[in-house]
């Protein structure tokens, strides 16, 4: 089982950007995901976006689609970055980051967004954007 440990989050205005970063442990698989969901107050966990070791793709939810980025900060893969720009509130969550320890035959594609595919999550970090 993978540790993932997530940082970054905090208040932000509307408009504004944060980056989070979720720091991976107990990898030791040459196919993984990683990806980040977030959960709002109220509201189901949702996906956001996921990259894949292998050949670096990735995915993003239509709703952050533009404004969020996802990225290895270096070739060791240990640490996931989600850059968010151009914030709402409606971005207001509690973010995950969850690892996905295998390789689908069908890629990454069509099963990434589902949570229940996941094998190891963090603990969260809370983003709130307000004025």
């Known amino acids: 089982q993978a540790q993932l440990v997530e940082s970054g989050g905090g208040l932000v205005q509307p408009g504004g950007s944060l980056r989070l970063a979720c720091v991976a442990s107990?990898?030791?698989?040459?196919?993984?995901?990683i990806a980040w969901f977030r959960q709002a107050p109220g509201k189901e966990r949702e996906a956001v976006s996921c990259i894949s070791s292998s050949d670096g793709m990735t995915f993003y939810a239509d709703s952050v689609k533009d404004r969020f980025t996802i990225s290895f900060r270096d070739s060791a893969k240990t640490t996931v970055y989600l850059q968010m720009n151009s914030l709402k509130p409606e971005d207001t969550a509690v973010y995950y980051c969850?690892?996905?320890?295998?390789?689908?035959?069908?890629?990454?594609?069509?099963?990434?967004?589902?949570?229940?595919?996941?094998?190891?999550w963090g603990k969260g970090t809370l983003v709130t954007v307000s004025s």
């Open positions: 969850a690892a996905l320890l295998a390789l689908p035959v069908s890629g990454y594609g069509p099963v990434w967004h589902v949570a229940s595919n996941y094998d190891s």
């Open positions: 107990g990898i030791t698989l040459d196919y993984y995901a």
